[in-house]
């Protein structure tokens, strides 16, 4: 492949991976059984980022898509909940 395409890919990459890792943040910033609607997040980052929340919220579904200790529900209700597995006593 030529090395200008490489370039441009590794470039598309670091984008992606700050969408991402700005989401990750907002998630793992949620208190137990908080929740976020997916479409708010994806909105106010794609503000931070000249883009509209259509634009991004499809890139940020691969995020969401089985993020661990979250639950993702749609509808008007639904959003991303923070959820932590339940604590044992190590089966004493």
Do not use: C, S, W
């Not at 370039?7 to 990459?13: G, V």
């Not at 634009?55 to 993702?72: M, N, R, S, V, W």
Request: no cysteine.
């Amino acid at each position: 492949m030529d090395q200008k395409v490489e370039q441009h890919i590794e470039a598309a990459l670091a984008k992606v991976r700050e969408f991402f890792v700005e989401a990750a943040t907002a998630i793992e910033a949620l208190k137990d059984n908080e929740r976020l609607p997916a479409t708010k997040l994806a909105e106010e980052i794609a503000k931070r980022h000249g883009m509209t929340q259509p634009q991004l919220y499809p890139t940020l579904k691969f995020l969401f898509d089985g993020y661990p200790e979250a639950e993702i529900t749609r509808g008007a209700h639904g959003g991303i909940k923070k959820i932590r597995p339940a604590k044992t006593d190590g089966g004493t």
